[in-house]
């Protein structure tokens, strides 16, 4: 193995030698296309996918998020001036949620305007509109910093005062933001824009902040506290927000419970839950046994002198005039018992504060049609997770109907229409890559096939015929003769010369000796 090795080494290097300036050229152009095209199919191929993590940063959120990547040993990549920070797309997710949960990008991170400088002879107006623009500077480089947000632009409008007071007009803001693309703004994140704008200036009501994405969109219709919503409801923002938040907990249990039984998005399920935001206080008395205190008894003694008797009944109440005897004295007397008793009573006072479910109803849809068993028993299981309860009116409904997945389906085939173009496009650059290289070889075969007919070169000064009757020899294989050999002295370069002429030629040869006998005879 060690000998090929040598061999193809000495042939190479003596390849090389014998080539030509304009040889050595094209191989060099020829090498580093190859190279370069291996190289780009290489590194498209290896190489990770990397998407953006995230964009519209300033240099201080930059400069956390790339130091953290280094600490996790995560490749990045920065474009736009250092405002986007792009990983691989296989951590872009794993990423974001281990930022996250280190406050990176914090929101000290932004920048707030120069201080405002005023100079002698300014009016009051020029003064407060240049703090007007400074807010509305302030507003929009926090409000960039909300996660979704691209760029925003806040304009406040506050009334002139009238010629003799104050204006009755309040003041209005407007902002607009441009959204990134994919990312949506939760109503959560929409209130809260309306409320730093509307605290922000003096005066401002939060109903008289309007906020608008870059399709036209007004996100904040239905936001205020007086919202259409709260007003068919009867309900007020924070009691909206209470009894979605309700609903959302106990459909999170519902469907979590359903997708282990069912599969992940076999089952849509919606909670309505009433609450009542009314605050009272029950006041309830228990009485217990009685117990006897204390007791009296009193007696009463009547004595009566002597006098007609009178006859008891109705004959008792005529008049009857005394004919003959006196009845003589007479004397009774009586006695009453007091009972003094205590009971046990007990005063309970109860507050029952707002927020109580006062009706809950439930409905419950599944991607496949349910037999009267199945229905009643996911109905029992429904009713257990989220506490029904019949006697306050509670009701759970359940259905059984295919789902239609157009969309879904549609969105599957362009996801994996995406998939196959990639996979063929990495296909074409190996194809291209393995085509380059086998043209490369052919080449180099054939150069070495050119090398090995050329005819070896004869030693400066000697003149040797070539032999066309013997064997061929390689270039290796001469050059390994040639090396084991003498040099040739002139005798005998002059005997191989004869040797050759006379295979060659030998009536030439035999004419040539008889004219030099003749010459020496005479």
């Known amino acids: 193995m060690n000998d090929r090795l040598q061999k193809t080494r000495q042939w190479l290097l003596n390849w090389w030698k014998a080539s030509s ?68 797309k296989s951590d872009v997710n794993q990423v974001r949620v281990t930022l996250a949960d280190q406050n990176i990008p914090s929101s000290g991170t932004v920048g ?49 005062p009238s010629l003799f007071g104050e204006s009755q007009n309040h003041p209005t803001a407007s902002v607009f933001v441009s959204l990134i693309p994919g990312d949506t703004l939760s109503p959560g994140q929409v209130r809260g824009i309306m409320n730093l704008v509307s605290h922000s200036v003096s005066g401002l009501a939060v109903s008289s902040v309007t906020v608008v994405d870059q399709s036209g969109n007004v996100l904040s219709a239905g936001l205020s506290s007086s919202s259409a ?71 009463k003694t009547t004595s009566q002198a002597a006098g007609t008797a009178a006859q008891a009944g109705a004959g008792g109440n005529t008049p009857v005039y005394p004919t003959g005897g006196i009845a003589g004295p007479s004397k009774s007397s009586s006695s009453t018992t007091v009972s003094h008793y205590l009971v046990n009573t007990t005063k309970t006072n109860q507050t029952v504060q707002p927020g109580s479910i006062t009706r809950l109803t439930i409905a419950v849809v599944v991607d496949k049609h349910l037999t009267p068993a199945q229905t009643t028993s996911i109905k029992n299981l429904v009713s257990a997770a989220a506490g029904v309860n019949p006697a306050r009116g509670d009701q759970v409904i359940v259905a059984g109907q295919a789902f239609n997945r157009a969309a879904v389906n549609s969105a599957v085939q362009a996801m994996n229409k995406a998939a196959a173009a990639e ?59 040639m090396r084991q050999s003498k040099e040739p002295t002139m005798a005998d370069a002059a005997k191989m010369h004869l040797d050759q002429l006379v295979k060659s030629d030998p009536e030439g040869v035999a004419r040539m000796l008889r004219a030099w006998i003749q010459e020496e005879q005479g």
């Not at 150069?447 to 009757?469: I, V």
């Open 21 to 88: 300036t304009s040889q050595k050229l094209r191989l060099g152009v020829v090498l580093a296309l190859l190279l370069a095209v291996v190289g780009v199919a290489w590194g498209m191929i290896a190489n990770p996918n990397y998407q953006p993590l995230y964009t519209n940063l300033n240099p201080a959120a930059a400069g956390q998020i790339t130091a953290q990547l280094t600490q996790m040993k995560i490749p990045y990549q920065l474009s736009s001036q250092g405002r986007t920070v792009s990983v691989p």
């Open 112 to 160: 707030l305007p120069k201080p405002l400088t005023f100079s002698l002879g300014e009016t009051n107006q020029e003064i407060q509109l240049s703090q007007l623009v400074n807010i509305e500077a302030t507003l929009q480089q926090t409000i960039n910093t909300i996660k979704g947000i691209k760029s925003s632009r806040v304009l406040i409008n506050e009334p002139s």
């Open 229 to 299: 919503a709260g007003q068919i409801s009867g309900l007020t923002a924070a009691e909206l927000a209470d009894q979605t938040s309700v609903d959302n907990q106990i459909s999170q249990n519902v469907t979590t419970m359903l997708q282990q039984m069912l599969g992940p998005g076999a089952a849509v399920v919606r909670v309505n839950a009433a609450l009542n935001f009314n605050q009272s206080t029950v006041r309830t008395t228990t009485y217990g046994k009685n117990a006897l205190a204390s007791q009296q008894v009193q007696t």
């Open 423 to 481: 996979t063929l496009r990495r296909y074409i650059l190996l194809g291209l890559a393995v085509v380059a290289g086998l043209i490369l070889l052919l080449w180099i075969r054939r150069m070495a096939k050119k090398m090995s007919l050329r005819p070896a070169l004869a030693p400066a000064g000697n003149s040797l015929p070539s032999l066309d009757d013997g064997p061929r020899l390689s270039v290796a294989d001469l050059l390994n003769e």
